[in-house]
Protein backbone atom coordinates (compact mmCIF):
# COMPACT_ATOMS: atom_id res chain seq x y z
CA UNK A 1 0.00 0.00 0.00
CA UNK A 2 1.25 3.36 -0.79
CA UNK A 3 -1.18 5.66 1.62
CA UNK A 4 -0.06 7.98 4.01
CA UNK A 5 -2.11 9.90 6.60
CA UNK A 6 -4.99 9.72 8.65
CA UNK A 7 -7.75 12.84 8.22
CA UNK A 8 -5.65 14.09 5.27
CA UNK A 9 -4.40 11.07 3.09
CA UNK A 10 -2.00 11.11 0.31
CA UNK A 11 -1.62 8.59 -2.61
CA UNK A 12 1.40 8.85 -4.66
CA UNK A 13 1.71 7.48 -8.34
CA UNK A 14 4.37 7.47 -10.83
CA UNK A 15 7.90 7.06 -12.04
CA UNK A 16 11.08 8.84 -12.49
CA UNK A 17 11.16 8.12 -16.64
CA UNK A 18 7.41 7.32 -17.03
CA UNK A 19 5.05 9.37 -18.71
CA UNK A 20 4.23 10.94 -15.59
CA UNK A 21 3.91 12.02 -11.62
CA UNK A 22 1.21 12.60 -9.50
CA UNK A 23 -0.83 12.35 -5.97
CA UNK A 24 -4.33 11.49 -5.19
CA UNK A 25 -5.04 13.74 -1.80
CA UNK A 26 -8.23 13.10 0.17
CA UNK A 27 -9.83 14.77 2.88
CA UNK A 28 -9.61 18.37 2.47
CA UNK A 29 -12.78 20.36 3.40
CA UNK A 30 -14.80 21.64 0.33
CA UNK A 31 -14.54 25.20 -0.61
CA UNK A 32 -11.39 25.98 0.37
CA UNK A 33 -9.97 28.70 -1.84
CA UNK A 34 -6.94 27.31 -3.82
CA UNK A 35 -4.75 30.00 -5.97
CA UNK A 36 -3.18 28.13 -8.70
CA UNK A 37 -0.05 30.89 -9.04
CA UNK A 38 1.00 29.91 -5.64
CA UNK A 39 0.88 26.15 -6.50
CA UNK A 40 3.16 27.05 -9.66
CA UNK A 41 5.54 29.38 -6.91
CA UNK A 42 5.67 25.97 -4.82
CA UNK A 43 6.32 23.67 -7.32
CA UNK A 44 8.91 26.27 -8.52
CA UNK A 45 11.37 26.01 -5.84
CA UNK A 46 11.52 22.37 -5.88
CA UNK A 47 11.87 21.96 -9.72
CA UNK A 48 15.11 20.58 -11.37
CA UNK A 49 17.05 22.71 -14.23
CA UNK A 50 17.71 25.78 -11.84
CA UNK A 51 21.04 27.24 -11.85
CA UNK A 52 24.55 25.68 -12.26
CA UNK A 53 24.10 23.39 -8.83
CA UNK A 54 21.09 21.20 -9.94
CA UNK A 55 21.05 18.77 -12.09
CA UNK A 56 20.02 19.94 -16.07
CA UNK A 57 17.23 17.69 -16.25
CA UNK A 58 14.66 20.34 -17.12
CA UNK A 59 10.82 20.02 -15.94
CA UNK A 60 7.98 22.50 -15.70
CA UNK A 61 6.51 20.39 -13.01
CA UNK A 62 3.04 22.41 -13.65
CA UNK A 63 0.15 20.65 -12.62
CA UNK A 64 -3.02 19.75 -14.20
CA UNK A 65 -5.54 19.06 -11.91
CA UNK A 66 -7.79 15.95 -12.71
CA UNK A 67 -10.63 16.25 -9.72
CA UNK A 68 -11.48 17.48 -6.93
CA UNK A 69 -11.10 21.72 -7.54
CA UNK A 70 -13.49 23.38 -9.50
CA UNK A 71 -13.33 27.21 -10.03
CA UNK A 72 -10.06 27.39 -7.92
CA UNK A 73 -11.92 25.79 -4.66
CA UNK A 74 -11.75 22.46 -3.50
CA UNK A 75 -15.00 20.49 -4.21
CA UNK A 76 -14.97 17.95 -1.02
CA UNK A 77 -14.01 15.16 -3.42
CA UNK A 78 -10.42 13.37 -4.08
CA UNK A 79 -8.05 16.20 -5.69
CA UNK A 80 -5.95 14.55 -8.12
CA UNK A 81 -3.16 16.09 -9.63
CA UNK A 82 -0.87 14.74 -12.76
CA UNK A 83 2.90 16.29 -13.37
CA UNK A 84 3.66 15.07 -17.05
CA UNK A 85 7.61 14.16 -17.38
CA UNK A 86 8.58 16.44 -20.19
CA UNK A 87 12.84 15.44 -19.92
CA UNK A 88 12.81 11.77 -19.40
CA UNK A 89 15.79 9.82 -20.82
CA UNK A 90 15.08 6.22 -19.62
CA UNK A 91 18.27 5.25 -22.38
CA UNK A 92 20.34 6.16 -19.26
CA UNK A 93 19.78 3.23 -17.56
CA UNK A 94 20.49 -0.35 -17.66
CA UNK A 95 21.01 -3.43 -16.09
CA UNK A 96 23.74 -2.81 -13.33
CA UNK A 97 22.55 -1.44 -9.81
CA UNK A 98 23.63 1.98 -8.81
CA UNK A 99 25.03 1.48 -5.11
CA UNK A 100 23.23 3.68 -2.43
CA UNK A 101 19.79 3.51 -4.82
CA UNK A 102 16.79 1.30 -4.07
CA UNK A 103 18.08 -0.68 -7.41
CA UNK A 104 19.05 -3.80 -4.95
CA UNK A 105 16.18 -3.59 -2.83
CA UNK A 106 14.00 -3.22 -5.87
CA UNK A 107 15.09 -6.29 -7.18
CA UNK A 108 14.74 -8.15 -4.34
CA UNK A 109 10.98 -6.86 -3.72
CA UNK A 110 9.67 -7.08 -6.93
CA UNK A 111 11.67 -9.45 -8.51
CA UNK A 112 13.08 -7.05 -11.26
CA UNK A 113 9.46 -6.11 -12.98
CA UNK A 114 9.70 -2.84 -11.22
CA UNK A 115 10.41 0.25 -13.53
CA UNK A 116 13.95 1.21 -12.03
CA UNK A 117 14.76 3.87 -14.74
CA UNK A 118 16.00 7.12 -12.52
CA UNK A 119 14.74 4.99 -9.28
CA UNK A 120 11.32 4.70 -11.07
CA UNK A 121 9.09 5.30 -7.68
CA UNK A 122 11.86 5.65 -5.70
CA UNK A 123 12.36 8.54 -7.38
CA UNK A 124 13.09 11.85 -5.77
CA UNK A 125 11.26 13.15 -8.70
CA UNK A 126 8.16 11.62 -6.53
CA UNK A 127 9.26 14.68 -4.63
CA UNK A 128 6.99 16.76 -6.84
CA UNK A 129 3.80 15.77 -6.33
CA UNK A 130 4.29 15.95 -2.55
CA UNK A 131 5.32 19.06 -2.95
CA UNK A 132 1.72 19.75 -4.84
CA UNK A 133 -0.15 18.20 -1.96
CA UNK A 134 1.77 20.39 0.35
CA UNK A 135 1.24 23.53 -1.56
CA UNK A 136 -2.49 22.84 -1.25
CA UNK A 137 -2.49 22.14 2.64
CA UNK A 138 0.12 25.54 2.80
CA UNK A 139 -2.92 27.38 1.68
CA UNK A 140 -5.62 25.82 4.16
CA UNK A 141 -3.10 26.01 6.88
CA UNK A 142 -2.47 30.35 6.02
CA UNK A 143 -6.26 30.72 6.95
CA UNK A 144 -5.71 29.09 10.17
CA UNK A 145 -2.68 31.12 11.12
CA UNK A 146 -0.29 28.09 10.77
CA UNK A 147 2.79 28.00 8.50
CA UNK A 148 5.80 25.60 7.92
CA UNK A 149 9.24 26.87 6.87
CA UNK A 150 12.44 25.31 6.09
CA UNK A 151 16.52 25.93 5.35
CA UNK A 152 19.75 25.01 4.79
CA UNK A 153 21.14 24.18 8.28
CA UNK A 154 24.65 22.70 6.80
CA UNK A 155 26.32 21.36 3.66
CA UNK A 156 28.58 18.67 4.29
CA UNK A 157 30.91 20.03 7.05
CA UNK A 158 29.83 24.00 6.71
CA UNK A 159 27.19 24.97 8.85
CA UNK A 160 25.22 28.03 8.78
CA UNK A 161 24.34 29.08 12.05
CA UNK A 162 23.32 32.98 10.57
CA UNK A 163 19.40 32.11 11.12
CA UNK A 164 17.26 32.06 14.50
CA UNK A 165 14.02 30.44 14.68
CA UNK A 166 12.25 33.71 14.48
CA UNK A 167 9.46 32.88 11.82
CA UNK A 168 9.97 36.15 9.98
CA UNK A 169 13.65 35.33 9.62
CA UNK A 170 12.97 31.60 8.76
CA UNK A 171 10.67 32.47 6.18
CA UNK A 172 12.87 35.26 4.39
CA UNK A 173 15.67 32.39 4.41
CA UNK A 174 13.74 29.88 3.08
CA UNK A 175 12.36 31.94 0.10
CA UNK A 176 15.80 32.98 -1.34
CA UNK A 177 16.97 30.74 -4.78
CA UNK A 178 19.77 29.44 -2.21
CA UNK A 179 17.72 29.24 1.19
CA UNK A 180 20.78 29.53 3.58
CA UNK A 181 21.63 32.78 5.64
CA UNK A 182 23.47 35.40 2.97
CA UNK A 183 26.79 34.98 5.30
CA UNK A 184 26.54 31.41 4.50
CA UNK A 185 25.74 31.03 1.08
CA UNK A 186 28.88 31.69 -0.52
CA UNK A 187 30.34 28.54 2.03
CA UNK A 188 27.44 26.11 1.34
CA UNK A 189 27.68 26.16 -2.36
CA UNK A 190 31.37 26.00 -2.03
CA UNK A 191 30.99 22.58 -0.38
CA UNK A 192 28.76 21.73 -3.52
CA UNK A 193 31.25 23.15 -5.93
CA UNK A 194 34.24 21.17 -4.16
CA UNK A 195 32.20 17.31 -5.02
CA UNK A 196 30.97 18.13 -7.73
CA UNK A 197 33.96 19.02 -9.78
CA UNK A 198 35.44 15.73 -8.07
CA UNK A 199 32.52 13.62 -9.75
CA UNK A 200 31.25 13.20 -6.49
CA UNK A 201 28.39 14.53 -4.62
CA UNK A 202 27.33 15.96 -0.44
CA UNK A 203 24.78 15.79 1.89
CA UNK A 204 23.74 18.23 4.42
CA UNK A 205 20.63 19.09 7.05
CA UNK A 206 17.77 20.94 6.57
CA UNK A 207 16.32 22.69 9.54
CA UNK A 208 12.11 23.23 9.53
CA UNK A 209 9.29 24.34 11.53
CA UNK A 210 5.76 24.54 12.23
CA UNK A 211 4.52 28.06 14.06
CA UNK A 212 1.23 28.85 14.67
CA UNK A 213 0.11 25.05 15.72
CA UNK A 214 -1.85 25.12 18.95
CA UNK A 215 -0.93 22.83 21.84
CA UNK A 216 -3.02 19.95 22.44
CA UNK A 217 -2.05 18.06 19.00
CA UNK A 218 -1.24 14.56 18.96
CA UNK A 219 -1.48 11.27 20.96
CA UNK A 220 0.87 9.63 23.25
CA UNK A 221 3.48 6.51 21.85
CA UNK A 222 1.52 5.40 19.09
CA UNK A 223 -0.72 8.47 18.01
CA UNK A 224 2.42 11.00 18.56
CA UNK A 225 3.18 14.12 16.71
CA UNK A 226 6.98 12.48 16.48
CA UNK A 227 5.20 9.88 14.83
CA UNK A 228 3.41 11.23 12.59
CA UNK A 229 6.18 13.86 11.24
CA UNK A 230 8.93 11.39 11.04
CA UNK A 231 7.10 9.05 9.17
CA UNK A 232 6.24 11.04 6.45
CA UNK A 233 9.47 12.48 6.31
CA UNK A 234 11.09 9.62 6.25
CA UNK A 235 9.08 8.90 3.05
CA UNK A 236 11.05 11.56 1.38
CA UNK A 237 14.15 9.86 -0.74
CA UNK A 238 17.23 10.27 0.79
CA UNK A 239 16.32 11.10 4.34
CA UNK A 240 18.12 9.16 7.23
CA UNK A 241 17.84 11.19 9.81
CA UNK A 242 15.06 13.18 11.77
CA UNK A 243 15.49 15.30 15.51
CA UNK A 244 12.87 17.14 17.15
CA UNK A 245 14.26 19.80 18.97
CA UNK A 246 17.96 19.73 20.51
CA UNK A 247 17.49 15.92 19.25
CA UNK A 248 20.74 13.69 19.84
CA UNK A 249 22.42 16.65 21.05
CA UNK A 250 20.04 16.56 24.11
CA UNK A 251 21.82 12.94 25.08
CA UNK A 252 25.00 15.38 26.33
CA UNK A 253 23.17 17.37 28.53
CA UNK A 254 21.76 17.70 31.74
CA UNK A 255 18.44 17.61 32.78
CA UNK A 256 18.71 21.44 34.46
CA UNK A 257 20.27 22.25 30.46
CA UNK A 258 17.06 19.88 28.71
CA UNK A 259 14.42 21.03 30.59
CA UNK A 260 12.54 24.14 29.18
CA UNK A 261 11.45 26.12 31.91
CA UNK A 262 7.90 27.30 31.90
CA UNK A 263 6.50 30.57 32.90
CA UNK A 264 2.89 32.56 32.61
CA UNK A 265 1.95 34.96 30.59
CA UNK A 266 -2.03 36.64 29.39
CA UNK A 267 -3.43 33.24 30.78
CA UNK A 268 -1.45 30.58 28.86
CA UNK A 269 1.79 28.69 29.87
CA UNK A 270 4.84 29.03 27.61
CA UNK A 271 8.42 27.79 27.79
CA UNK A 272 11.61 30.11 27.69
CA UNK A 273 13.58 27.72 25.11
CA UNK A 274 12.14 24.95 23.22
CA UNK A 275 15.00 22.41 23.58
CA UNK A 276 12.29 19.89 22.99
CA UNK A 277 11.19 20.71 19.79
CA UNK A 278 7.51 21.94 20.65
CA UNK A 279 6.05 18.49 21.72
CA UNK A 280 5.71 16.62 25.14
CA UNK A 281 4.50 12.96 25.51
CA UNK A 282 3.67 13.09 21.64
CA UNK A 283 1.70 16.36 22.12
CA UNK A 284 2.10 19.81 21.10
CA UNK A 285 3.08 22.39 23.43
CA UNK A 286 2.50 25.53 21.84
CA UNK A 287 5.54 26.14 21.05
CA UNK A 288 7.06 25.30 17.10
CA UNK A 289 7.57 22.27 16.11
CA UNK A 290 10.83 21.85 15.12
CA UNK A 291 12.50 19.45 13.33
CA UNK A 292 16.24 18.97 11.70
CA UNK A 293 16.22 16.47 9.01
CA UNK A 294 19.38 14.68 7.66
CA UNK A 295 19.88 14.61 3.77
CA UNK A 296 22.55 11.78 2.42
CA UNK A 297 24.60 12.59 -0.71
CA UNK A 298 23.35 11.50 -4.11
CA UNK A 299 23.86 8.05 -5.39
CA UNK A 300 24.34 9.18 -7.84
CA UNK A 301 28.13 9.61 -9.14
CA UNK A 302 30.26 9.64 -11.93
CA UNK A 303 33.29 8.18 -9.87
CA UNK A 304 33.52 4.56 -10.85
CA UNK A 305 31.95 2.07 -8.07
CA UNK A 306 31.94 -1.64 -7.82
CA UNK A 307 28.98 -3.09 -8.29
CA UNK A 308 26.69 -5.83 -9.91
CA UNK A 309 24.83 -6.10 -13.08
CA UNK A 310 22.05 -7.67 -12.90
CA UNK A 311 21.34 -9.36 -16.18
CA UNK A 312 24.02 -11.73 -15.19
CA UNK A 313 24.40 -11.61 -11.80
CA UNK A 314 28.62 -10.75 -12.62
CA UNK A 315 30.79 -8.26 -10.46
CA UNK A 316 31.94 -4.91 -12.59
CA UNK A 317 32.34 -1.34 -12.31
CA UNK A 318 29.97 1.32 -12.85
CA UNK A 319 30.35 5.03 -13.78
CA UNK A 320 27.20 6.67 -13.52
CA UNK A 321 25.75 8.63 -16.57
CA UNK A 322 22.70 11.08 -16.65
CA UNK A 323 21.87 14.21 -14.86
CA UNK A 324 22.06 14.60 -11.48
CA UNK A 325 22.08 16.96 -8.34
CA UNK A 326 25.60 16.83 -6.85
CA UNK A 327 23.72 18.11 -3.42
CA UNK A 328 20.01 17.57 -3.28
CA UNK A 329 19.78 19.84 -0.28
CA UNK A 330 18.51 22.92 -1.60
CA UNK A 331 15.46 21.30 -3.60
CA UNK A 332 15.26 19.41 -0.71
CA UNK A 333 13.70 22.81 1.17
CA UNK A 334 10.34 23.15 0.03
CA UNK A 335 10.03 19.23 0.19
CA UNK A 336 10.38 18.81 3.88
CA UNK A 337 8.06 22.64 4.07
CA UNK A 338 5.30 20.62 2.48
CA UNK A 339 5.69 17.36 4.69
CA UNK A 340 5.21 19.32 7.79
CA UNK A 341 2.26 21.45 6.19
CA UNK A 342 0.47 18.20 5.20
CA UNK A 343 1.31 16.91 9.17
CA UNK A 344 -0.09 20.17 10.29
CA UNK A 345 -3.35 19.85 8.45
CA UNK A 346 -3.73 16.27 9.42
CA UNK A 347 -3.86 16.72 12.88
CA UNK A 348 -5.71 20.11 13.00
CA UNK A 349 -8.70 18.83 10.49
Not at 124 to 146: C, D, E, M, Y
Request: proline content about 5%; glycine content about 12%.
Amino acid sequence: MNVWGNRVRLSIFGESHGRAVGVVVDGLPAGEAIDPSEIAREMSRRAPGRGELATARREPDSVEFLSGIMDDRTTGAPICGVIRNADARPRDYGTKLRPGHADWTALIKFGGHADMRGGGHFSGRLTAPLTFAGALAKQVLSRRGVSSYARISSIGGTADDGVTCCEEEFRAVSRRDFPSSAGAEEWLKGEIIAARDEGDSVGGVVEAAIFGLPGGLGEPFFGSMESLVASLLFSVPAVKGVEFGMGFRMSAMRGSEANDALYAAEGEIRSRTNNNGGILGGITNGMPVAVRVAIKPTPSISKPQETVDSADMRDTAIQIAGRHDPCIVPRAVPVIEACLALCALDCLL
